[in-house]
């Protein structure tokens, strides 16, 4: 069979499972359309988290982020899975003892204010909305390159399949469907890890092959062997710091707290249970999160290897070791056609030349082999992930099943961040503001009309991205950080935090950030309109505009505690409330609301 | 642990999160960006130690610590008499 109709029949085949569960999975009550009956079990939930968490960026990106910065990609590694620790220790198990249906429901509750829970809806929309584009991109994408549609076409059959299950089945319907999902996306990512690794070291296992003496009877490491093979090519070592030690820090740490105030990964803690329970299906979350997280580096590792090793085929400098422009393998020439990959015979010689050509020291000596430039023009870092089955010579089956894991990716992702959005619209802006009396029947329905909208736009921006949306992840992330992680830390842990101190510390954190991301970044990313310039030299201490989150969060716990310590302490009944959502006995009855 | 008051589980699972995030702390800041040039001096395996802490180990130590939390605090909550059902 061809690889075309494969793919048709592996992506049509997890699309038909999807609808399945999405009929047998309706939502007939706000409960079950908001936390999905706050029935889910927690290993079932953590399956769901992993699927909600990782997207088409952690399934297609990230690998080829490793591959290119090496060490310095451990800051993305440890950054989105040490927020789970955060979630786990310091706000999941109270979140979920709160009982409610949405993250700003519980800000404007506990600070008994609904300008509090405002400030928390906006934030949340604009994290969800930025958030959204990206994985509806990653759908038109994974379209366009394995299924040849154009990409219009994809991002609408993609919105098609969310709008089936998340309309009708709200959380319960995305819970199940993103279970199917993940089990989809890690068999793909697996699959050719395990073989390339097998490969490269004959260890099926990707976590300790990268650890391993490569199998080629050199009887060499290969982390020292990729040191050794980009560092002759004028690259930095892969395993030595580029980056300064100040920014890692910062944005790693920007990074966790950021991934811990992501209310659509807050709001699948709202489905278990019990408190217990939000408190272990947090560790099988991140259990199944790091399966991925912890191969990726392997994949990233192993395919710059690869790619390096297929063009240089000798020691470098010797004439016959480049490898010829005629005998390039097919998968180069079949991604070269996508135009994720790209050379150019510069020289003139007939054969293709890798090297860095920005570095000074090398530049003598790539001009003493005859080199006038690096001639791998492109090397987009998704085809680490892409090509990695042609690459390792894998059967049609299996690129089929990493184009049906990258849209799985997408989709569940995206369908969480849906219900974030709609919840937060139906629940706290309708019910919670507009129009307390409505009945359920009512908000339902609302829900189900904003999720249906949400789509439209997040569908809409997809396809005409506005230019800012590779920038966007740094706001998403700044926001939840600066803001949202926060407020919901000092709701739980400091009993007299009072109304004043949470607005005003929401509002310095997420100022502080925005105005520090749109100094360098321009004001709202229009081109041109930045302060200063976006390098490390002009960055307040070296700190990136991605990194600067950590610091926005400092801002708002300081500033929230000053302005609490001159304004009236909370009501006795707010102390009380804290004092309740403490303890997890009765957690039960609180969800009967 | 005789004082079973409800600010007495309180403060012991105060500890228990600071125990857990000091941990938390040291092998993702410390030991994987802090500590790394030093701990690379040591290989575990084929990797260099810090290399290994900053891109396997500290995942692998997240998870224990979650589970690790998670069995504290369900003993701590029978203890105190604050569990559910």
């Known amino acids: 069979m061809d690889l075309q109709t494969m793919t048709y029949l592996v992506v049509g085949a997890t699309f038909a499972l999807y609808i399945g569960i999405a009929i047998w999975s309706r939502a007939g009550t ?25 997207s ?23 950054g ?22 949405t993250v700003p429901e519980f800000v404007g509750d506990r600070f008994y204010s609904k ?26 994408v994974a379209f366009g390159r394995f299924l040849e549609v154009d990409f219009e076409v994809g991002v609408m059959v993609g919105m098609a399949i969310v709008f089936v299950y998340a309309v009708l089945g709200g959380m319960k319907g995305i819970t199940y469907t993103q279970i199917a999902q993940y089990c989809v996306l890690i068999f793909a990512y697996t699959v050719p890890a395990v073989f390339i690794s097998l490969n490269l070291t004959g260890n099926p296992v990707p976590q300790i092959g990268l650890g391993s003496t490569m199998s080629d009877g050199s009887g060499v490491l290969l982390l020292d062997k990729l ?17 300064s030690t100040l920014n890692m820090f910062l944005l790693t740490l920007s990074l966790m707290i950021g991934t811990a105030g992501l209310p659509h990964v807050i709001i699948r803690f709202f489905t278990v249970p019990k408190v217990a329970d939000a408190r272990t299906s947090a560790g099988w979350a991140l259990v199944f999160i790091a399966i991925l997280y912890t191969t990726a580096p392997a994949v990233g590792a192993m395919a710059r290897l690869n790619l390096i090793e297929t063009i240089q085929t000798g020691p470098v400098g010797e004439e016959t070791a480049n490898i010829q422009m005629s005998d390039v393998p097919d998968w180069m020439n079949n991604w070269k056609t996508t135009g994720l990959l790209d050379w150019e015979d510069k020289n003139g010689d007939g054969r293709i030349q890798y090297y860095n050509d920005g570095n000074a020291e090398f530049a003598a000596k790539a001009e003493s082999f005859g080199w006038t430039g690096n001639e791998m023009t492109k090397v987009d870092r998704d085809i680490m992930v892409l090509a990695n089955p042609e690459i390792a010579n894998l059967p049609n089956w299996v690129i089929a099943l990493v184009a049906a894991g990258g849209l799985a990716a997408a989709l569940s992702t995206a369908a969480g961040l849906l219900l974030a959005i709609s919840s937060a619209i139906s629940h706290d802006l309708l019910k919670g503001m507009i129009a307390p009396d409505i009945s359920e029947k009512k908000e339902l329905l609302a829900s189900r009309i904003a999720m249906a909208g949400a789509i439209l736009v997040a569908g809409y921006l997809g396809m005409n991205p506005p230019g800012f949306a590779a920038q966007v992840v740094a706001l998403a992330f700044g926001l939840a950080a600066s803001s949202i992680f926060p407020v919901l830390m000092m709701g739980i842990f400091n009993k007299n935090m009072n109304r004043e101190g949470a607005i005003v510390g929401m ?46 969060a400092l801002i708002n716990f300081v500033v929230a505690w000053a302005v609490s310590k001159v304004t009236a302490a909370p009501p006795e009944n707010i102390q009380h409330l804290v004092e309740d959502i403490r303890v997890p006995k009765g957690a039960s009855a609180a969800v009967e609301h | 642990m005789s004082d079973k008051s409800g600010q007495a589980y309180w403060r012991a699972n105060l500890k228990l999160i600071m125990l857990c995030l000091a941990v938390w702390f040291v092998v ?16 575990i395996g084929g990797y260099q130690l810090g290399f290994w802490f900053a891109q396997q180990g500290s995942i692998y130590t997240f998870v224990v610590l979650i589970f690790f939390y998670a069995w504290r605090m369900n003993k701590l909550d029978r203890h105190f008499d604050v569990h559910e059902d």
């Open chain 1, 30 to 54: 706000t409960g079950e359309f908001y936390v999905a009956g706050a029935g889910v079990h927690p290993v079932a939930n953590g399956m769901a988290t992993a699927a909600d968490w990782m």
């Open chain 1, 56 to 78: 088409a960026a952690s399934f297609i990106s990230m690998a080829g982020l490793i591959a290119f910065l090496g060490y310095d990609a451990s800051v993305y590694l440890m």
């Open chain 1, 115 to 140: 300008g509090a829970r405002l400030v928390a809806v906006i934030c949340l929309i604009v994290a969800s909305i930025t958030y959204v584009i990206g994985q509806m991109k990653g759908v038109g």
């Open chain 1, 507 to 552: 509002l310095a954190g997420l100022l502080s950030t925005l105005i520090y991301i749109f100094w360098f970044k321009g004001w709202f990313f229009i081109p041109e309109t930045n302060m200063a310039p976006n390098t490390a030299d002009h960055w307040f201490l070296g700190i990136s505009p991605e990194a600067f989150g950590a610091v926005g």
């Open chain 2, 28 to 43: 993702s800041y410390l030991f994987g960006i802090l500590l790394v040039d030093q701990l690379n001096a040591i290989s």
């Open chain 1, 227 to 243: 040191d050794q093979v980009v560092t002759d090519l004028g690259f930095a070592a892969y395993t030595a710091q580029k980056g």
């Open chain 1, 80 to 101: 989105w899975t040490g927020g789970y620790v955060l979630l786990a220790l310091l706000l999941a198990p109270y979140l979920r003892k709160f009982g409610k249906f």
